[in-house]
């Protein structure tokens, strides 16, 4: 089997970047770092069905041995889809997490602290680098001037569930 | 008969379909969902039968033959697997709607709960009966991303920062999985599991060990195997109990049954297998000492599942008929005893209003009842005859004593050991939780009184919330299939020594999906 050097370089790095950045706390890199993972994988893929060649449609003349392998692109097709949805979840996630504790990297477990007999677990650096670092800043008020409030969203949203148990409770 | 193997699928994604087009009516959605999973149920039964009496099912599907299309394959093994994840999800599925039905559905948003659970259990299902490995790929992201969902749900602060840990780790091993069916695929040229087989004796004996810790670390991953087993008790005990008991029980087996499938088929009479016998020393004891440290009830639980799945390892490492069969026994046991008493701590946080044991106190007399159903799976988890938790680790260790290697003995004796320590973690649990006097609990008074201050109208009703009957009649349910387990576990055990059988060398699985090749 023969394998495209090019392929192969580009590889190792996409999987090189994306393991350095799983390895982050801030879980927008987690994010980025799982997409470079997820598309060196695929080109794992690519490369393992070997060299390219004609479209895999069956025509006179054309041995099969000059046809690309399509088992891998159907593989690859899946696979991308499955990283499509889990991206999105994830986002969602950071999202979720970004306006619930007001920032982007992961805090400690409060019962492995607890264990470790109290100490404070987060190196000091770490929320500092991140309160600098995103370009939402730290107040979610200041990221877009033209957002929604997200306060108002929530009452609204919290309105919208009250009316709507109402409405369940009179169908019972 | 064939016709039934893909129903254990499409069954739960219809009825995941159906529920979500049901979102706006929550009874409507209930009774799709308990009846989705109860014709699983049956259906399970069924094969597990059939599969018992006359042989394994083997399912082409769309009619491709075997290297080309994708083959389901349900053999003893996968159908035992099916019913008793079906049973556990029935059950778990049926404390939830107690749950959610007192709770007034707060915590778990009702339209998206009951379909995201039918699509993990399809996820679950799938898993078990594919014959491909790509398929199995497929089966395992369909349970993960329900399983993503499932342990966020409501959003809450804890739950997102536990679900983090999760789902990065998850990605991970999914990401190495498909890494490794890559290598496998530029290796042997086919992702079906029987191809693979034949084709794999022939490659070099260094690819193949490449290729063989792939995957073991892959599903290791999954399986929690220690030391790929940190994520687990950081995660699952934040979650909704319903769902803790379901990942508990179920999720981690699936690794395990992908590691029997991996041991058995791809990779038989391993080299490996040494240093799996330490990996299930070391997640034995490693685990249980965890669960000696902690007070919280759930974490705690995490950490003797974690010890646990050590004991699957070892009758999987054995590599022999009897280790296998021994294995097979003790998932199914361990599957039923860890959800049961994942709900019997779900009731505890009913009744007492805390999982910290520190907190707890006077249960007893707060409520026989669940403290007969939290002691029972206790003693049966702890490996105290006659219950099955009992049958299944003297399985494991007569399997391993006929293997009577020095590490095999050093692995029954850190059993032994292992399984002594679970039981007082399990009986620490019952005597402060349950058995000392509400008024011994120190600072009592304090915390409630903090709470209170800290949140006025919060906390008030935690003492006197009532504990509904559907939630206490699913765990008894499950309390009684344990029992069943050890009533019925003659005919349990010859089934799963016939699993056992059908996986002694690759040669019956190969022969099920290309029956000419069975000069190998």
Redesign the interface.
Known sequence: ?SVSLVLLIVMAVLYACGIYL?LERS?TR?LLG?LL??NA?NL??I??AGKAGLAPIVTDGVEAEQMTDP??EA?IL??IV?TF??SA??MA?IY??WR??KQDS??D????VA?RGGAVALPSETSGIDASDTEFGTRAEGAVSTARDLEEDDEDAAADAATS?ND?GAER | MNALVPLVVLIPLIGAASALALGRRARAQRIVTVAALASVLAVGAVMLYVVDTSGPLVMEVGGWAAPFGIVLIVDRLAALMVVVSALVLLAVLIFSVGQGLADGDQETPVSIYYPTYLILATGVFNAFIAGDLFNLYVGFEILLVASYVLITLGGTEARIRAGTTYIVVSLVSSMLFLASIAMIYGAVGTVNIAQISLRMAEIPLDVQIILHIMLLVAFGIKAAVFPLSFWLPDSYPTAPAPVTAVFAGLLTKVGVYAIIRTETVIFPGSELNPALMVLALLTMVVGVLGAVAQADIKRLLSFTLVSHIGYMILGVALGSVAGTAAATFYIVHHIVVQTTLFLGAGLIERIGGSTSITKLGGLLKASPLVALLFFVPALNLGGIPPFSGFIGKLALFQAAAEQGTWLAWLLIGAGAVVSLLTLYALMRVWNMAFWRPAADVEGYESTLLDNVSEAPGENTMTETRTVPRLMIAATAGMVAASIGLTVFAGPLFGISSRAGENLEGPFQYVQLVFPEATDD
């Open positions: 089997m799983l879980m987690v799982f993972v997820g994988t794992l893929i490369i393992m088992l891998p593989l899946t696979a499955i949805g889990v979840f994830l996630l979720r997490s619930l504790a992961l805090q477990d409060e019962a492995d264990m148990s369940g």
